[in-house]
């Protein structure tokens, strides 16, 4: 049974950093699309970054410049580094899989609060 779990949310001033972790269990990690996705309050859930199995990296607009998406095959773990965090990063920020046959599985989610 394939598990993502998400640790390293929690609440920082703006300007400031996180880092969100994504430990998977249960499948081949480093065939996969790995990516983190967020949702805020009242708003669709949205896609932040993606990574490939060949490390081919994609970012929404709103974060390019901002934040590092990254992985570790030996650990099973994908990053999220966080930097200059804006109110508007406020969100659950959700772990997500794909494989290669196109099984998807969620993480739980961990909430990122940026105050003002």
């Known amino acids: 049974q394939v598990q993502l779990v998400e640790s390293g949310g929690g609440l920082v001033q703006a300007g400031g950093s996180l880092r969100l972790s994504c430990a998977a269990s249960?499948?081949?990690?480093?065939?996969?699309?790995m990516g983190w996705y967020r949702q805020a309050p009242g708003k669709q859930r949205e896609l932040v970054a993606r990574?490939?199995?060949?490390?081919?990296?994609n970012y929404a607009d709103s974060v390019k410049g901002r934040f590092t998406i990254s992985r570790d095959n030996v650990k099973n773990t994908m990053y999220l580094q966080m930097n200059s965090l804006k109110p508007e990063d406020t969100a659950v920020y959700y772990c997500?899989?794909?494989?290669?046959?196109?099984?998807?599985?969620w993480g739980q989610g961990t909430q990122v609060t940026v105050s003002s």
């Open positions: 997500y899989s794909i494989s290669p046959l196109r099984y998807e599985h």
């Open positions: 249960g499948t081949i990690f480093s065939i996969n699309t």
């Open positions: 990574i490939t199995s060949e490390l081919i990296t």
